[in-house]
């Protein structure tokens, strides 16, 4: 019975120490936040629009009263643009004696601009005797539509902060959880990028 007793004992010891240890251990580990970029391309938010693209020839010269030359073209489609931080511009303290990490972060910008192909529809068009709108006319009038319309997500003060707001949430969320998995606590103290 005496040996039931020290082998329960023994077994209840080495359990003990070795969380001991293992708690030991994970406050010595340091963080590890590669991940930050992932985190950073989670964090982008994506705006759709409803553009139109649009172009207008006026007729010309002395057959203008036949209106040769005259076109017009008007395209209604969606359109989506991503708005996030750049994260290879993000930079990450090591952790102070207080748990505090510093962190870098870049002001949110247009990171990419799609056309919904989907919602495009045939172009209506207006033109004047023996003229008509070409391809390249449309195409060209698609890409004018497409850089106002990143012009415009580039100049959305609110939109560029909210995107901000989003990668800082995911970002000390995720330093949080990494700091949770090796027993510490982090608090991140922001800094904008200079």
């Known amino acids: 019975m005496k040996k039931v007793y020290k082998t329960i004992f023994a077994v209840v010891f080495a359990i003990c120490c070795t969380g001991c240890v293992d708690r030991q251990m994970k406050k010595t580990e340091s963080p590890d ?17 409803h553009n139109v ?20 073209m008007w395209m209604e489609y969606d359109g989506t643009v991503e708005l996030g931080i750049d994260a290879s511009r993000v930079k990450v303290g090591e952790p102070d004696t207080d748990g505090k990490i510093q962190i870098v972060i870049p002001d949110a910008q247009v990171m990419s601009s799609d056309v919904v192909i989907e919602s495009m529809g045939e172009p209506l068009i207006e033109t004047g005797f023996m003229t008509e709108v070409t391809k390249e006319e449309e195409t060209e009038a698609l890409a004018k539509a497409q850089s106002d319309m990143v012009e415009s997500a580039k100049n959305d003060e609110t939109m560029l902060k909210q995107a901000k707001e989003r990668a800082k949430k995911l970002i000390e969320g995720y330093i949080k959880n990494v700091g949770e998995l090796i027993g510490e606590e982090y608090t991140v103290v922001w800094e904008n990028e200079k």
């Open 53 to 72: 693209a649009k172009a207008e020839t006026e007729a010309n010269g002395f057959l203008k009263w036949l209106g040769v030359g005259y076109k017009k």
């Open 33 to 49: 936040f590669s991940g930050i970029s992932s985190v950073c391309q989670l964090a982008t938010l994506k705006c759709y629009y």
